[in-house]
């Protein structure tokens, strides 16, 4: 009972501290763990930050001064997942390097389909964004909110859709679905 009355005290003194400093009110394992230990601890590079409610599965590699939002998940369990520097991964997205799609519909006789991911430097992947296993996306690419990523992205493009669609590239001009 001490320990659930400390717990209940220092939950009051960071939701007060959060709202005062900042407006903001998170889940408590975001007001007690500092985002940019927890990427020194992951081994990310330097300046990355990660909130505590990620989730990071598997061999994930993360260049330096990136951030990773909340409630994301990084699955590197499949064949690893790359994430550049400088990137901006917003809340929610999804990143896999594994489905269970064929061994689900063979009745579990198929193996775990397994793809590394990669995603560039100087990308954004706005929130609810799902990338697929075995994607890779280039440097400088954007996309857009809720996108479902299937296919490679180039660099220097901007994408948004379900499933993504290149609105425009390097040259600004239309591209078919990716």
């Not at 519909?105 to 198929?110: C, D, E, I, T, Y």
């Amino acid at each position: 009972m001490i320990l659930l009355k400390e717990l209940k005290e220092l939950f009051f003194l960071r939701t007060t501290y959060y709202l005062k400093k900042y407006n903001r009110s998170l889940p408590f394992g975001d007001m007690i763990v500092d985002r940019w230990d927890k990427a020194k601890l992951l081994g990310f590079g330097e300046g990355t930050s990660i909130y505590d409610s990620s989730i990071v599965l598997g061999e994930v590699k993360v260049g330096k001064d990136t951030w990773i939002g909340p409630n994301t998940i990084l699955d590197g369990s499949g064949g690893g997942l790359i994430i550049g520097s400088n990137c901006s991964i917003s809340a929610g997205v999804q990143i896999y390097t594994h489905d269970t799609v064929r061994k689900s519909l063979s009745g579990g006789k198929a193996d775990i389909d397994k793809a590394s991911t990669r995603i560039g430097s100087d990308c954004y992947l706005g929130p609810n964004t799902i990338i697929v296993k075995g994607v890779k996306i280039g440097d400088r690419v954007v996309v857009g909110a809720n996108s479902l990523v299937l296919k490679d992205i180039p660099s220097d493009c901007k994408v948004f859709g379900s499933p993504a669609v290149i609105i425009t590239d390097s040259l600004n001009y239309q591209r078919n679905n990716i």
